[in-house]
């Protein structure tokens, strides 16, 4: 019988072929299981096999008798866990085989013989050699890229061969995690300190880059919020003194933290979240931090019900998440080429509702976790052409070197590769 960590690990990938969201399936996947080392190979073999399932599945398909689409979902999601283990793991290679042909048999028992023979192959003669990225970029990005068709494509178009490499190489890898300590625990660094967490001070003010200790225990004691820093450096650019709104808060990190940066007592920031599940999780969120300058309001961003103008107004909108493909890493192989314009499209209708609700001399921060341009700097062009009350504002100084070239426009953009972040847009703009 295959282990139950594997097993596990299997169903969250099945459910990813359905086209179910990946960060709704592991709470439950890893719910029960007690040893926390088995907990860790089920986000493994999860994210793993998921960021590199083009290269997986390009070499199975050259070990394969049967087309890899031809298979059973959970036979294929069993070859490419045991290719996974094989090529990037140091699970030894006759338990990744036996486990991996355990599963495909659980699934469908006639498969058990052909999964052995695709493995064992695998296991003796190796991966073929990746395509030359110089020569064939593109050949690279679909295979050795682990990108879809459709995405290497369009990021080979618009950021050109050595980009879009670098972009696509950034998402192969485990992201970093930032934190940030919680300003009204005192001796929140010496207590990590002791625990084994080490911490580095990251480019983006307050953000600490975190190694060591799981930080699971100190997150649940509000010592700390895991938040990129990107995610951060939006808040940041937001921050103000008065009346502030989160347009879009769940789950609530970049409202605690907007709160936090305010020093007159009488700030508020009104977290707005249209989910209820969400606004749920955004109030937990805010008592466990002891962030009372916030208040959480059920509110759809398309639909503001509120009679005062704020003088800050952050939009962190819903998009593709295109930017996070190292971090949710089923993203690339859920999305589709329409997907992009049907974020963007709902995300127009997001900021011109919202710029409403800014005060005049009020600040607008509009924010995606995604660097296409539908959804960031093409679609802040659109809304400032349609909106002539708007402009952009400058940077602050500390935001200037995550200008990504375009200091004078008024944005930041952070590329994965050069940030160790997620990748991030954010403009600032003023109502006139």
């Known amino acids: 019988m295959a282990s139950e960590a594997r097993r596990r690990a299997l169903a969250v990938l099945k459910g990813i072929e359905r086209g179910r969201p990946l960060a709704a399936r592991f709470e439950k996947a890893v ?111 679909r295979t050795a890229g682990s990108l879809p068709a459709w995405l290497a494509e369009r990021w080979h178009a618009r950021l050109g061969p050595a980009r879009a490499i670098a972009r696509a190489r950034a998402a192969l890898e485990a992201p970093a995690t930032f934190v940030r300590l919680n300003p009204r625990v005192a001796t929140a660094r010496e207590e990590l300190a002791a625990a084994g967490v080490e911490l580095a001070a990251a480019p983006v003010p307050g953000a600490f880059r975190a190694t060591g200790a799981p930080l699971g225990p100190f997150a649940e004691r509000g010592l700390l919020y895991v938040q990129d820093q990107g995610s951060q450096l939006v808040a940041r650019l937001a921050a103000a003194e008065g009346l502030v709104l989160d347009a879009c808060a769940a789950p609530g990190g970049k409202a605690m933290l907007l709160s936090d940066l305010a020093e007159r007592p009488t700030t508020r920031v009104v977290a707005a979240e249209v989910s209820l599940p969400r606004m749920a999780v955004l109030r937990r969120l805010v008592r466990r931090w002891g962030a009372t300058r916030v208040l959480e309001v059920a509110a759809d961003a398309l639909q503001p019900p509120f009679r005062r103008e704020f003088d800050s107004v952050l939009l962190d909108a819903p998009c593709s998440g295109l930017g996070t493909l190292a971090r949710n890493p089923d993203i690339r192989w859920r999305l589709a080429p329409a997907d992009v314009e049907r974020h963007a499209a709902r995300q127009r209708a997001l900021i011109a509702s919202v710029a409403r609700c800014v005060r005049a001399g009020g600040r607008l921060v509009y924010a995606a976790c995604s660097l296409e341009p539908e959804e960031t700097s093409g679609l802040v062009d659109g809304f400032l052409a349609a909106q002539p009350g708007f402009v952009r504002e400058p940077l602050p100084d500390w935001a200037r070197p995550f200008a990504h070239g375009v200091a004078r426009g008024g944005h930041v953009e952070l590329e994965p590769f050069d940030h160790a972040s997620d990748g991030f847009f954010a403009a600032g703009l003023r109502r006139l």
């Open 31 to 141: 719910a029960g299981l007690e040893d926390e080392r088995d907990r860790a190979l089920v986000h493994e073999l999860v994210l793993g096999s998921l960021r590199r399932r083009g290269w997986l599945d390009h070499v199975l398909a050259g070990l394969s008798s049967r087309p890899l689409h031809t298979l059973a979902p959970g036979v294929r999601e069993a070859l490419r866990l045991g290719a996974y283990q094989l090529l990037f793991t140091r699970v030894a290679p006759h338990a990744a085989v036996s486990e991996s042909v355990e599963l495909a048999r659980e699934e469908e028992p006639r498969a058990s013989g052909f999964a052995n023979a695709v493995l064992r192959r695998l296991q003796r003669d190796g991966p073929p050699a990746e395509p030359d990225a110089s020569a064939d970029p593109l050949a690279w990005l």
